[in-house]
T-cell receptor, first 112, second 109 residues
Framework: DAGVTQSPTHLIKTRGQQVTLRCSPK?????VSWYQQALGQGPQFIFQ???????QRGNFPDRFSGHQFPNYSSELNVNALLLGDSALYLC???????????FGPGTRLTVL | EDQVTQSPEALRLQEGESSSLNCSYT??????LFWYRQDPGKGPEFLFT???AGEEKEKERLKATLTKKESFLHITAPKPEDSATYLC??????????FGGGTRLMVKP
């Protein structure tokens, strides 16, 4: 049974560019949440998708947007990249919005 | 605003030396307190969920407990392979996880 998968593993971008990160949830899960983790800190909640809609959003600017597809996979888009966006981006999936969240391996984004 | 504080930030133990990690929290409408283990450069790995004060859960050398204001992760006779960062998180009424900064555990042989 495949767990949560994310792509790409690593990504290097320059300031001002746009990036798209992808996530496939664990089999049987219908809810996807995204987190940003800066080096040496705990993950910070970006937003959660359920039934193809954004259900909950953390304290992140509109440059961060997302999408959930009918097969429950999800994308995270970040526009106008800043140096401070460099981080590990984590995707987590769950059986429902209230259930235990299981994390993927993350995408390491470096903005130069 | 929900807050989670973990202590200590870092902990060095000798193999076999038992200890506890602390997670203090304030949250509106607790829907669960979660413990995760994270190895460097990897995603957090789920360990436990606790829902109500007095609840305890165990897995191998780890035991998690919960009160109304804090949770403890007790590590009994740790081994070097237990070295990792341990993260605590709370799930509030809005269904988002708020994480603490983590405790970096190093177990020396």
């Amino acid at each position: 049974d495949a767990g949560v998968t994310q792509s790409p593993t690593h990504l290097i971008k320059t300031r001002g560019q746009q990036v798209t990160l992808r996530c496939s949830p664990k089999s049987g899960h219908d809810t996807v949440s995204w987190y940003q983790q800066a080096l040496g800190q705990g993950p910070q909640f970006i937003f959660q998708y359920y039934e193809e809609e954004e259900r909950q959003r953390g304290n992140f600017p509109d440059r961060f947007s997302g999408h959930q597809f009918p097969n429950y996979s999800s994308e995270l888009n970040v526009n106008a990249l800043l140096l401070g966006d460099s981080a590990l981006y984590l995707c987590a999936s769950s059986n429902s919005p209230t259930d235990t969240q299981y994390f993927g391996p993350g995408t390491r984004l470096t903005v130069l | 605003e929900d807050q989670v504080t973990q202590s200590p930030e870092a902990l060095r133990l000798q193999e076999g030396e038992s200890s506890s990690l602390n997670c203090s929290y304030t949250v509106s409408g607790l829907r669960g307190l979660f413990w995760y283990r994270q190895d460097p450069g990897k995603g957090p790995e789920f360990l436990f969920t606790l829902y109500s004060a007095g609840e305890e859960k165990e897995k191998e050398r780890l035991k998690a407990t919960l009160t109304k204001k804090e949770s403890f992760l007790h590590i009994t006779a740790p081994k070097p392979e237990d070295s990792a960062t341990y993260l605590c998180a709370v799930n509030n009424a809005g269904n988002m996880l708020t994480f603490g900064g983590g405790t970096r555990l190093m177990v020396k042989p």
